[in-house]
């Protein structure tokens, strides 16, 4: 049986992807685009890249029985009961505009459970991550343990989606039935937010189409702090698609409440 990985070799990880990262960020870099169904406009860089081939190199030596999916190379190994599931920029549009709400996100699963999960922000020196200990927050210092703050009223809650343009149909009557019932509503945090959620800042995340690479890092972080997140169905969110995090679980409730019932 292959060894497991801990939180020693996430860090190691993340100053891979931080050593390819940080160097291209506010400078001028070529920008490509892929096609991505609702979107006009899905950017990829040399960072991603070549963050991704550092990742995966480091993975293979180490894991070589351990699949990976990544989001700019696809999936290798398939069919191991332990899988890596990268972004190694999640947020490039925010990259390519200067703007550090970007991130890396390195998650691990265990049979398509998330177990463990990195969030590195190098620019201001950022890490969220979680591990069997708990989950956990290091910018200066000793790492500090997350915690999700204890809202369980919509009223009181602040709520935190990238854009409304990407939603449709029953989702966007949901989200603007959400959006009508808690205190307040900011837009644009990339995974920067999930992690705001997770260190008591934000109380809920919504999201309308996210992939597997975008989220599976920051579910553990956000379990583990205390926090609720699935799909918008009630199912697990590891394979992505609509999905809602919450401090709490009755503020989940309530939250799915306001998305999923009838106008």
Not at 122 to 136: K, L, N, Q, S, V
Not at 169 to 180: I, P, V, Y
Request: hydrophobic share 40%.
């Amino acid at each position: 049986m292959s060894k497991l990985p801990n939180s020693s070799f996430l860090h190691y990880l993340a100053d891979l992807a931080d050593a390819e990262t940080l160097p291209r960020y506010l400078v001028d870099l070529a920008v490509e685009t892929k096609v991505k169904a609702g979107y006009r406009f899905d950017p990829v860089t040399e960072a991603d890249r070549e963050a991704e081939i550092a990742l995966r190199a480091a993975i293979e030596k180490e894991f070589p029985d351990h699949a990976v999916l990544g989001e700019e190379f696809g999936e290798t190994g398939g069919g191991s009961d332990w899988r890596w599931v990268l972004d190694p920029v999640d947020g490039t549009r925010p990259f390519i505009c200067g703007i550090p709400v970007w991130g890396t996100l390195i998650g691990f699963t265990n049979r398509g459970q998330a177990e463990m999960g990195m969030l590195s922000q190098p620019y201001i020196g950022e890490r969220f991550w979680a591990d069997t200990t708990g989950a956990w927050r290091q910018r200066a210092g000793e790492p500090q343990r997350l915690r999700t703050r204890s809202i369980d009223t919509l009223s009181d809650a602040i709520l935190h989606t990238n854009s409304p343009e990407h939603f449709h149909g029953d989702l966007k009557a949901g989200f603007e039935r959400l959006n009508s019932a808690v205190k307040m509503t900011r837009y644009g945090g990339e995974c920067y937010a999930f992690a705001m959620l997770a260190a008591g800042r934000i109380d809920l995340a919504l999201e309308p189409s996210l992939q597997s690479y975008d989220i599976v890092a920051l579910i553990p972080i956000i379990e583990k702090a205390g926090g609720v997140i699935t799909r918008v169905d009630g199912g697990r969110a590891e394979e992505g698609g609509p999905v809602l995090a919450a401090a709490t679980p009755s503020l989940h409730r309530s939250a799915l409440d306001e998305l999923v019932r009838n106008a």
